[in-house]
């Protein structure tokens, strides 16, 4: 079955086979891990569609934002960039799921709220509910097969941890693990906390006091205390509501591991291995910043046992453990150097190190994330950098331009995690801490991965954004609205200005093609290179573009004998209401329906409509007037016929004369004989 490429929403029907390569979940807040701080945020999603244009599907207001005005000027409200991050999404089965919580405080909350990802419409709200990321589970035993969708609220010290899991769909409570060997949900790296193969949440704890490594797996856990009365465990899945699941039971392994260097933590887990990274101060006479040894340690993930260790002198790599273990490698930063360092996790030794990056604002490469082969960057200098995951080359460089006097850095910063999906990268500009009034300039920028060539840009602050079946959503905190880009509906009308017309005669073929999202319903239908410019108009305040390009609109006429033709294809003038028009003349007599079709692009879906048509027959023609050449050849006929004709009046006329003066001598004669009889 093919891929659809139209306008669709969930739930995808289960006979649609192959969907799956362009529809996804986003359950975790990093994608597959746990937390998306203000910073070492990237994310990879390699299954799901991503937005081709910056169309805006509708958009939310969640916190005050924008300027206050009046006494405080340009002074804009606090965006939560530094610490509390208002919006970081979950997108499960075509719903958004975000943490509600206090403008100061990223701990307190008010609760977790779920919107429709097609409306950003209310579905529920759990008061108090802290959801830290969705799952989606596989049931295969010999008596359920199919998937179920929980959401789980984490609270409580690391090794004795406490899960409230929620039905995903209702948003209602359904039971309680205690006693969980947890490794956390790590800042600042990709953390101890991942899916199993069967979507099973599995927690690595690295106990470095005890020198013992512990698998916690939460499938365990519930398989082992609701068995199937009479069968094993495993053959029946059923948690019971409200009940209380001993954590303990979840415990997959328990090992020793050596007595390590330093205090490491897990950094990141992938491909089979476990990443542990410490760091320990070297400080040298006279040294302004102190150097650093960084510890590296690899396990099996599925064993625990110790692979390898290694000590790395590098100046400050503060905040650059890697996110991501991708094609047997991982990849780290030196900010003295400003060069990459990219490592073997079979082996820990280092295959190679970069070029050095080449503004001094590189220093602040906090992002950094592997994906179809090449290491991608970004940081405070305005450029995007792709190097050869093989070689350490420099693939490409996009350069998002110069800033004027508007930033401190000559260009424009990126200081969150950029998201890669669709083979495409979506990096938006902000910083640590920004001031209360806002530079400009700042954008959501969509880069080809292969190429780093533009794709599009649309402005805003849309950082840390989720991406899933196509729509990216995101808040801006120029504004404080949620934005949600991806494809919309469109509508199609069609009309002709007389419907019954005489064969001959020409007819107006007249229409529109609108914008049905809930974002701008019922706007002009506008082409890819002009909606930048037109959303930017319609949703944040800026001009009426001077120029905007319309969208083509293929009419079909169905003659009256049946067959189906085309008849041309006219584009759309947005400025003028998004109307269409067309002067045809019909070629035979009967009844036509006239056909419109706008097949849709990457900002819509496609539609279309319909009008009837009937030609009758053609009157009957006028007499043709004379050419010259006639009327000459005619007087030419008729000249000697006038002559004849006066020549047979004047004889007429004398014989009349004749006539009516016989008549008179035999009246007088008559007369004369009467009197002499008298």
């Not at 797996?217 to 495993?234: C, D, K, M, T, Y």
């Not at 599925?302 to 790599?317: F, I, P, S």
């Not at 060069?339 to 950094?368: A, K, N």
């Not at 319309?550 to 294809?569: C, F, H, M, N, R």
Request: net charge negative; with cysteine; charged share 15%.
């Amino acid at each position: 079955m093919p891929l659809p490429t139209d306008y669709w929403t969930r739930p995808i029907y289960a006979e649609n086979k192959g969907w799956w390569q362009v529809a996804d979940n986003w359950l975790m807040q990093c994608y597959n891990t746990p937390i998306r701080d203000f910073c070492v945020t990237t994310a990879f999603a390699p299954y799901t569609s991503a937005p081709e244009s910056p169309h805006i599907l509708w958009t939310k207001q969640i916190i005050f934002g924008g300027i206050a005005g009046g006494p405080f000027g340009d002074k804009k409200y606090y965006t939560g960039l530094s610490y509390e991050q208002f919006y970081t999404p979950l997108i499960l089965e075509g719903r958004i799921i975000y943490v509600e919580h206090p403008p100061t405080s990223g701990v307190d909350v008010f609760g977790t709220r779920c919107i429709d990802l097609y409306t950003g419409e209310d579905i529920w709200f759990i008061e108090g509910a802290s959801i830290d990321f969705a799952q989606i589970y596989d049931i295969e035993n010999p008596n359920e097969h199919g998937l179920i969708a929980h959401l789980w609220d984490v609270s409580g010290p690391v090794a004795n941890t406490t899960a409230e899991i929620y039905d995903a769909f209702t948003g209602r409570y359904l039971f309680t693990i205690t006693n969980i060997t947890w490794g956390g949900l790590q800042r600042f790296a990709a953390g101890p906390t991942i899916f199993g193969p069967k979507g099973e949440i599995l927690s690595y704890y690295l106990d470095n006091v005890n020198n013992r490594m512990i698998l916690w797996n939460s499938s365990l856990a519930i398989h082992r205390a609701f068995p199937w009365i009479g069968g094993e465990v495993g053959e029946i899945y059923s948690p019971g509501m409200g009940a209380v699941v001993d954590g303990r039971l979840g415990v997959q392994w328990n090992v020793s591991i050596p007595d390590l260097p330093g205090n490491p933590s897990i950094s990141v887990i992938g491909e089979g291995y476990i990443l542990a990274q410490d760091r320990v101060p070297v400080q040298q006479p006279g040294q302004y910043s102190s150097q650093f040894i960084y510890i590296d340690v690899a396990f099996d993930a599925k064993t625990g046992e110790m692979l390898w260790t290694h000590n790395r002198t590098l100046y400050q790599a503060y905040l650059r453990r890697p996110m991501v273990i991708s094609e047997g490698k991982y990849v780290m930063m030196d900010e003295a150097e400003l060069r990459l360092h990219c490592y073997d996790i079979r082996t820990g030794e280092e295959l190679w190190v970069s070029d050095s990056m080449p503004s001094g604002w590189d220093i602040f490469t906090y992002q950094i994330h592997i994906a179809y082969g090449k290491v991608y960057t970004t940081s405070y200098s305005g450029h995007v950098y792709a190097y050869d995951l093989n070689t350490g080359e420099l693939a490409w460089d996009f350069y998002m331009g110069n800033a004027g006097k508007e930033t401190v850095y000559g260009s424009w910063p990126t200081y969150n995690g950029f998201t890669i999906a669709d083979g495409k990268i979506y990096i938006a500009n902000d910083e640590h801490s920004p001031d209360s009034i806002a530079w400009r300039g700042g954008k959501l920028w969509c880069l080809n991965a292969t190429t780093g060539k533009l794709i599009w840009s649309i402005s805003g602050w849309l950082r840390n954004p989720a991406i899933a079946d196509g729509y990216l959503t995101a808040l801006n905190y120029l504004d404080g609205k949620v934005y949600t880009i991806g494809k919309g509906p469109s509508a199609t009308t069609v009309y002709v200005e007389r419907d019954v017309i005489p064969l001959g005669s020409t007819v107006l073929i007249k229409g529109t093609v609108l914008d049905q999202s809930p974002a701008q319903p019922d706007t002009p239908a506008v082409a890819k290179e002009s909606m930048s410019a037109w959303m930017e108009y319609l949703h944040m305040q800026k001009p009426c573009p001077q120029e905007v390009k319309g969208v083509p609109v293929d009419l079909y006429a169905i003659y009256p004998d049946g067959s189906y033709k085309y008849v041309d294809t006219v584009t759309t003038e947005p400025l003028a209401g998004g109307i269409y028009g067309l002067a045809w003349t019909p070629p035979m007599e009967g009844t036509y329906t006239i056909i419109a079709v706008f097949n849709g692009d990457e900002s819509y879906g496609s539609s279309s409509a319909g009008t009837i048509l009937h030609v009758t027959a053609a009157p009957p023609e006028a007499p043709s007037p004379a050419t010259p050449e006639q009327i000459e050849q005619i007087s030419q006929q008729v000249t000697p016929l006038q002559e004849t004709v006066q020549t047979m009046q004047t004889i007429q006329m004398v014989i009349i004369v004749v006539i009516v003066v016989l008549l008179l001598l035999v009246a007088y004669d008559i007369y004369i004989n009467r009197k002499m009889i008298k």
